[in-house]
């Protein structure tokens, strides 16, 4: 007998999972950690092994798209192992590989990743102007992502970029960033910013509701409803004037949960059933148990009967915390 499906206690058939690699990146993102950063000592990172092993549990028990995530991913030595070990199962179970990446070495390794059997990435990218992306990055690293980004299509991957919508730093950019992406041939979805983890910013300054965004840009071009689903939590429309499609991620102003397909993994192999929740299962505690198979079953198990119904995200004013106290960069982007 084949293993059960993935089906949470809301009826919610879980199919997509997000596995993070490592909580380490080369970019210091303001909205995302802090300049110093301490990151998790490398004794407590799931090994590659263990990491396969996980993904190919999961793909047994009915998820067919797998998301590499980080932190940076790229920057995890042995990453592309993973990723060939995995490309492997694509047409058996699995039907697609995919990772989000900043682009700063994308250029290196766009060509493997193909190969590898990837066909698409997301490359984050918040602004075209270097100084502003210095500022928010904490590191001019423009050009690299840029390149990577050429050499990404170059090699014939499909690339989706995610922007961040920030009040005050590059809401007036957004519609030049359309327009320069649809030229380019690339998707684009802006997100609204996440309450996730202290920051040594205050997020609410920045936090620009994507109503609003929507708004604006209805005044500049003509925006069209599209069914497409790409199997996250965006939603489209098609900007008639660059002929190109438009995403909306919307955590705060419109909650998406009712069809979550999706958990995630962090890179010392916890389970979080929900982005914007605290509720939890160890894997890692399974994976090194006497009886691994068992013990990864009962706790998948018990993370389907403890996904929420949906998240409770929240962003407040100046000296409030943050809705949740871990950052982006330990549950994986």
């Known amino acids: 007998m084949s293993p059960a499906p993935l089906i949470d206690q809301f009826q919610r ?22 300049e110093r950063q301490r990151f998790l000592p490398k004794a407590e990172v799931l090994s590659l092994e263990e990491l396969h092993r996980l993904a190919l549990g999961f793909i047994a028990r009915g998820v067919t798209k797998i998301r590499l995530t980080g932190g940076e991913p790229l920057g995890r030595r042995d990453m592309i192992e993973l990723v060939q070990a995995l490309g492997r199962k694509l047409g058996d179970g ?3 590989l995919t990772l989000t990446t900043n682009g700063t070495r994308l250029a290196e390794f766009a060509a493997p990743l193909f190969e590898a059997g990837v066909r698409r990435v997301n490359v984050s990218l918040d602004t075209l102007d270097r100084d502003t992306f210095t500022r928010l990055a904490r590191r001019d690293q ?33 519609p030049a960033l359309i327009a320069w992406a649809h030229g380019q041939g690339l998707e684009l979805t802006l997100i609204e910013v996440m309450p996730l983890g202290e920051v040594e910013e205050d997020r609410f300054d920045h936090y620009l509701p994507l109503t609003t965004v929507r708004a604006a840009l209805e005044q500049r071009f003509t925006l069209t409803d599209d069914p497409h689903r790409s199997g996250g939590p965006a939603r489209y429309v098609r900007v008639a004037e660059t002929g190109g499609r438009l995403g909306f ?16 993994i962090t890179t010392t192999g916890q389970l979080y059933a929900c982005l914007g929740g605290t509720e939890q299962v160890d894997l890692r505690a399974a994976l090194r148990a006497p009886d691994p198979d068992t013990a990864l079953a009962e706790a998948l198990d018990t993370a389907m009967r403890i996904k929420p119904l949906r998240h409770h995200f929240r962003i407040d004013a100046a000296g409030q915390a943050p809705a949740l106290a871990r950052h982006m960069s330990v549950t994986g982007g």
């Not at 990146?25 to 909205?31: A, F």
């Not at 991620?249 to 995630?264: A, M, Q």
């Open 13 to 34: 058939r879980i199919t997509y999972l997000r596995l993070s690699v490592t909580d380490r990146c080369d970019l210091r993102c303001t909205y995302c950690m802090p």
């Open 94 to 96: 699995l039907e697609e």
């Open 142 to 174: 423009l050009p690299a992502v840029l390149e990577g980004i050429a050499a990404a299509r170059a090699a014939g991957l499909a690339v989706k970029l995610n922007t961040v919508a920030l009040k005050g730093v590059n809401e007036d950019e957004i």
């Open 249 to 264: 991620i919307t955590p705060l102003t419109s909650n998406f949960c009712d069809g979550c397909n999706r958990v995630r």
